[in-house]
């Protein structure tokens, strides 16, 4: 079951990519440590809902043994970005972030 939410903004407001957004509720002082370098990231508030590996498999991979997910491959696409994006504002715990981290 996929978890989405469109109710609060259209969702091609929530599709645009964007690569500088900032995300204040994930922390990027806690992020789980299997993330790749880039913007986009875990950290460990994930409660492992598997909402973000099913919506884009090819960006986030679920960390087994941990219970929790983990960026392995940045977005770099549009197409990526805003699977991403869209990730982004639809996890239930605000546990994926966007730092704008090169
Ligand atoms: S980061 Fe969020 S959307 Fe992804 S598995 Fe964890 S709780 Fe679910």
């Not at 909402?51 to 991979?61: E, G, M, T, V, Y």
């Not at 679920?62 to 960026?71: C, L, S």
């Not at 996890?91 to 994926?96: K, L, M």
């Amino acid at each position: 079951m996929r978890l989405m939410n469109f109710s609060a903004k259209g969702s091609h407001e929530m599709m645009r990519p964007s690569t500088n957004r900032k995300n204040p509720m994930a922390n990027p002082k806690d992020k789980s440590p299997e993330n790749v370098p880039g913007p986009y990231y875990n950290d460990s508030t994930c409660l492992d809902c598997g909402l973000c590996p099913d919506l884009a498999p090819q960006i986030f991979r679920r960390q087994d043994e941990g219970g929790y997910t983990y960026v392995y491959h940045q977005p770099v696409t549009p197409e990526e970005i805003a699977l991403a994006e869209e990730a982004l504002q639809s996890c239930p715990t605000e546990s994926i972030g966007n730092d704008g981290a090169g």
